[in-house]
């Protein structure tokens, strides 16, 4: 799995989530019930992770949606 975003925004979460689901795109969202552990305040960001032959793909699609700002690097 390669990581394509980090971060804590549930909304662009959701938003990837979507576009990687539209693309047909294998991904994970990882660390997503870390909140059981911080307790419901949001500062551990949440990852999602591509399979790592739709990487190249993922990445392009993020960035043609205007969020290659929000990209790993890798």
């Known amino acids: 799995m390669h990581e394509l975003v980090r971060t804590n925004d549930v909304v662009l979460i959701t938003f990837i ?3 990687l689901d539209e693309a047909g795109l294998g991904y994970f969202v990882a660390d997503r019930h870390m909140s059981a552990v911080e307790g419901s305040l949001g500062f551990l960001p949440r990852r999602i992770m591509v399979v790592e032959e739709d990487a190249p793909a ?17």
């Open 17 to 19: 989530e979507s576009l």
């Open 58 to 74: 993922a990445r392009q699609l993020l960035s043609d949606a205007g969020l290659a700002a929000e990209l790993r690097d890798g």
